[in-house]
C-alpha cells in the first residue's frame, strides 16, 4: 500500500528522489576510499633487450634464468613472461594483494642484480628496466583522420612525437602504451663500395 501513496502523489515522490540524489552526490566527494584496501594486487614489470636473438634464445637464455631467481620472493603469487622474435622480454611479477609494491620493486632488483653475471653481456649493456605495474587498461584511446587524408603511419608519428610525452608526465600514470610502430627508416650500406 505504500507505494500507492508515492503514486497518488506523483510531486512528493519527485521531492524525494531528488533529495537522495543530490545527498548522494554530496556524500561522493567526501568518501573516504583511502580506508579500503587495494583490490589490485601490485605487479613489477622485468623488461630485458637481447637483439638479434630469437624468441627461444631470450627465453632459454635471460627469461628463465630471471625466473628461477625470483622463487621465493616474499609476497610472490605467480609470474608470466613473454619473449618476441625482436629480442625482447617481459616478465610481469604479480604479489600477494596488500603488499607494499615499493619494496616489491626492490626485493625483484636485488634479484635480478644476483643473477645479471649468467645474463648474456649484451642483455647488462642494454639494461634491465623495472616498472610498477596493473594487470588491465584504465583507459584506451584511438585517434583516426575523418577525411582519410593522413594515414596510420603518420597518426602513429604525431601521437609519439605530441601526445605521449605530455600524457606520460600527468601524475598517475603509470604506462603509456601504443599498439603501433611509428616511423623508421631502415638504411643498408655497402661497405664494399666505399673502396671503389
Known sequence: MLSHFFIDRPIFAWVIALLLTGIGLISVSNMAVNQYPDVAPPAIE?????????????????????????NGANGLMYYESVSNSQGSGKITVTFEAGTDPDLA??????????????????????????????????????????????????????????????????SGVGRFELFAAPRAMRIWLDPTSWLA
Open 46 to 70: 622485468i623488461e630485458t633487450s637481447y637483439p638479434g636473438a630469437s624468441a627461444e634464445e631470450v627465453s632459454d637464455s635471460v627469461v628463465s634464468i630471471i625466473e628461477n631467481q625470483l
Open 105 to 170: 620493486q626492490v626485493d625483484v632488483q636485488n634479484r635480478v642484480a644476483s643473477v645479471s653475471s649468467q645474463l648474456p653481456p649484451v642483455v647488462n649493456e642494454q639494461g634491465v628496466k623495472f616498472s610498477q605495474s596493473t594487470a588491465g587498461f584504465l583507459l584506451v584511446g584511438s585517434l583516426s583522420s575523418k577525411s582519410g587524408d593522413i594515414s596510420t603511419a603518420e597518426l602513429v608519428d604525431y601521437v609519439t612525437r605530441h601526445i605521449q610525452n605530455p600524457i606520460s608526465r600527468v
